[in-house]
């Protein structure tokens, strides 16, 4: 058994573009988040299931070359709280919106995403 419990490791076999790969990643951390936020219990300290969301998050976006699209800096353990998290998450559903209609509106579905140096080098028409 992995650290991902029943899920498969989310760091295997990652799709090449990086637009889809944050997709895949984005939703794993999510689902974790939410399912450590079911189960606590009256003493746990929820920031950190927050901290550690955020956190993941943000080391997606570096790794797969994304940070362009961000805005919202990582806030520390002292200054985390749901506030945090929902500003921090605004960021991250507007980007996951945006790919989604950037895809959809090329015909391709969720998982079509646009490859930056062709879309540079040959514009969609008007």
């Known amino acids: 058994m992995n650290d991902f419990g029943n899920d498969q490791d989310p760091y295997e076999d990652l799709p090449e573009e990086p637009e889809e790969a944050f997709l895949k990643l984005e939703a794993h951390f999510r689902r974790v ?7 606590v219990i009256q003493d746990d300290r929820v920031e950190v299931f927050y901290l550690d969301y955020i956190v993941q998050v943000q080391a997606a976006i570096a790794a797969l070359g994304l940070g362009g699209e961000f805005k919202t800096e990582v806030p520390s353990i002292e200054n ?12 991250v559903t507007h980007y996951i919106t945006m790919l989604r209609i950037r895809w959809s509106q090329r015909g391709g579905g ?7 140096n062709r879309q540079a080098q040959n514009p969609p028409p008007p």
């Open 33 to 39: 988040c939410g399912q450590q936020l079911a189960a």
């Open 80 to 91: 985390v709280s749901f506030n945090a998290y929902l500003d921090f998450n605004k960021d």
């Open 110 to 116: 969720l998982f079509r995403p646009i490859r930056r």
